[in-house]
């Protein structure tokens, strides 16, 4: 697979990555099998996170043996303190089998109130910086669903690469923060480039993507025959073509009314329900083994039971979702699923 210069990092990429959440639902040697599989397909850039569970420790068993500097490998830690992030850099490089990591990212920064917490003293960047100086990390990097905060800490100088949410719905970056990663020559790792698993047209996803040559997406891979599929499109040279706008109009039209794309402006609902995390479950249940999505949503689940209607959250949508009837929606999708994994 052709490679790319990801950003002032100097690194030669693969043009696409491959995502590390689905393969938490497989076995070890399974999961593995996928992840080695999709290195042989030309794949050289793996991102995972911390957080994914025994992630990291699949794909540190299926590049045992590898030459380490053929790979580039992406995680993340949510920590926001200096002392958690040390301690989860280490797991993450025993999970990996491997003494460094070439990008890590503060994973999930989604305000700029959260960006002061992880750059106070005492906070996660003090550690991400000793990490760096100790050989451990190769180049800072932070993860967001937030574009607004984003670019603001973009603009900061700090980071070497951004991931985002970005896909032909959730389309927010194509504005500003892929033109400002490109104009500061940082890598920029498009996130959820299926939108989660919701937008099934491999072709018509890679296409829209084709347009941005400074972007690598990394969609996540569950079965060896998704990448093969995915790089077939990309060798195949595929471009954005001018009926693909005509036929992404008309999807867009059709999720517009119930797609959720995280931007959070309905934050401070009085119930305190983080409603976009409710509106994306479906999302996290198609890409995570269900305990673990379970273990993450079932409080907040819950919590929308006791939405009053007040649609307050309806007045700051900028995408006028009717959020009350959407909760119903995603409350009934989510008892169907707990009532089957009972059964």
């Known amino acids: 697979m052709e490679k790319v210069r990801f950003g002032k990092s100097g ?44 992630s990291e420790e699949k794909i540190g068993l299926a590049i045992k043996g590898i030459q380490r500097d053929s790979i580039v490998i992406a995680s993340k830690s949510g920590a926001r303190d200096k002392k958690t992030f040390l301690e989860n850099i280490d797991l993450t490089l025993k999970r990996l089998g491997t003494d460094y990591v070439d990008f890590y990212q503060h994973h999930g920064i989604g305000s700029m109130e959260d960006y002061a917490a992880f750059m106070g003293e005492g906070g996660a960047h003090e550690g991400m910086q000793e990490a760096i100086k100790a050989g451990k990390i190769r180049f800072p990097a932070f993860s967001s669903h937030s574009i607004p905060a984003a670019i603001q800490i973009m603009r900061e100088g700090k980071f070497y690469s951004v991931q985002l949410p970005f896909n032909y719905v959730d389309d927010e970056a194509a504005k500003e923060a892929i033109p400002l990663a490109k104009e500061l020559d940082m890598g920029f790792i498009a996130m959820k480039p299926f939108g989660g698993g919701l937008l099934t047209d491999a072709n018509m996803s890679i296409r829209y993507l084709s347009q941005f040559d400074s972007i690598v997406p990394d969609p996540g891979i ?9 790089v077939q499109i990309v060798n ?32 401070g609902c009085p119930q305190g329900i983080s409603i976009s995390g409710v509106l994306t479950v479906e999302s996290m249940i198609k ?44 409350l009934a999708i989510w008892d169907r699923v707990v009532a089957e994994n009972r059964g």
């Open 11 to 54: 690194l030669m990429v693969s043009k696409i990555a491959f995502g590390g959440i689905p393969i938490q639902r497989l076995g070890m040697q399974e999961a593995a099998d996928v992840v080695r599989g999709s290195l042989d397909l030309g794949i050289n850039f793996i991102d995972t996170a911390n957080g994914y569970t025994d």
């Open 222 to 230: 569950e079965k060896l025959s998704e990448m093969e599929e995915i």
């Open 236 to 267: 195949s040279g595929a471009t954005y073509r001018a009926s693909d706008a005509e036929a992404i109009a008309k999807k867009k039209a059709e999720l517009g009314d119930h797609w959720c794309h995280r931007c959070d402006y309905c934050r």
């Open 287 to 330: 890409r995570m083994p269900f305990s673990r999505a379970s273990g993450m949503a079932t409080k907040n689940m819950e919590n929308a039971r006791t939405c009053i209607e007040c649609r307050a959250c309806v007045e700051k949508c900028p995408y006028d979702l009717n959020i009350p009837e959407l909760i119903k929606d995603k």
